[in-house]
T-cell receptor, first 114, second 113 residues
Framework: DQQVKQNSPSLSVQEGRISILNCDYT??????FLWYKKYPAEGPTFLIS?????DKNEDGRFTVFLNKSAKHLSLHIVPSQPGDSAVYFC?????????????FGKGTKLSVIP | ETGVTQSPTHLIKTRGQQVTLRCSSQ?????VSWYQQALGQGPQFIFQ???????GRGNFPPRFSGLQFPNYSSELNVNALELDDSALYLC????????????FGSGTQLSVL
């Protein structure tokens, strides 16, 4: 049972436009959410995170929005650049797990077209 | 500052064999986690080590085991390999004060024939 879902396997966006990547979760115990970016032949790289006590977190061109009632989060990239082309993973964690365990979605492959 | 390094990068084994994968943590990081990423899937948590002790485990059978050494490097051992064990195995380290921000290595691609 997928507790973190990224329903769009791929997304294509023109350079300079906004990229919006979506993520849904089912476990209401999740309280911290992260986005990781992965280039081919490399490990995932931390991008941005948000705590469940917030509804928005911004870091440069990247903004993550959290809607707890809908169990939905999204990553906005503005403006999109060709170097942003990668696979983006949404991940979530819950308190009291004893260790820091992340539950990942299957990823969305973003292609930014020059 | 050296990042997380994993060895080997690729490995081919046959069903029933045993394999050991290695990971060197990023300098200053004392927590290491292992994830399995099957083709087309997101990484799945195997287990985490802190101060040489396992302090969390995902839904993986006991034939998946690990070690963490005093220098915080780590090994993942898999016994009695099965075809479904074919995957990318990712090691990640994190500092104790910021353990949500995992720093991943490039992974070991394991193929079981």
């Amino acid at each position: 049972d997928q507790q973190v879902k990224q329903n769009s396997p791929s997304l294509s966006v023109q350079e300079g436009r906004i990229s919006i990547l979506n993520c849904d979760y089912t476990n209401s115990m999740f309280d911290y959410f992260l986005w990781y970016k992965k280039y081919p032949a490399e490990g995932p790289t931390f991008l941005i995170s948000i705590s469940s006590i917030k509804d928005k977190n911004e870091d440069g061109r990247f903004t993550v929005f959290l809607n707890k009632s809908a169990k939905h989060l999204s990553l906005h990239i503005v403006p999109s650049q060709p170097g942003d082309s990668a696979v983006y993973f949404c991940a979530a964690s819950r308190p009291g797990a004893g260790s820091y365990q992340l539950t990942f979605g299957k990823g969305t492959k973003l292609s930014v077209i020059p | 500052e050296t990042g997380v390094t994993q060895s080997p990068t690729h490995l081919i084994k046959t069903r029933g064999q045993q394999v050991t994968l290695r990971c060197s943590s990023q300098s200053g990081h004392n927590t290491v986690s292992w994830y399995q990423q099957a083709l087309g899937q997101g990484p799945q948590f195997i287990f985490q080590y802190y101060r040489e002790e396992e302090n969390g485990r995902g839904n993986f059978p006991p034939r998946f085991s690990g070690l963490q050494f005093p220098n915080y490097s780590s090994e993942l051992n898999v016994n009695a390999l099965e075809l479904d064990d074919s995957a990318l195995y990712l090691c990640a380290s994190s500092p104790a004060w910021e353990d949500e921000k995992l720093f991943f290595g490039s992974g070991t691609q394991l193929s079981v024939l």
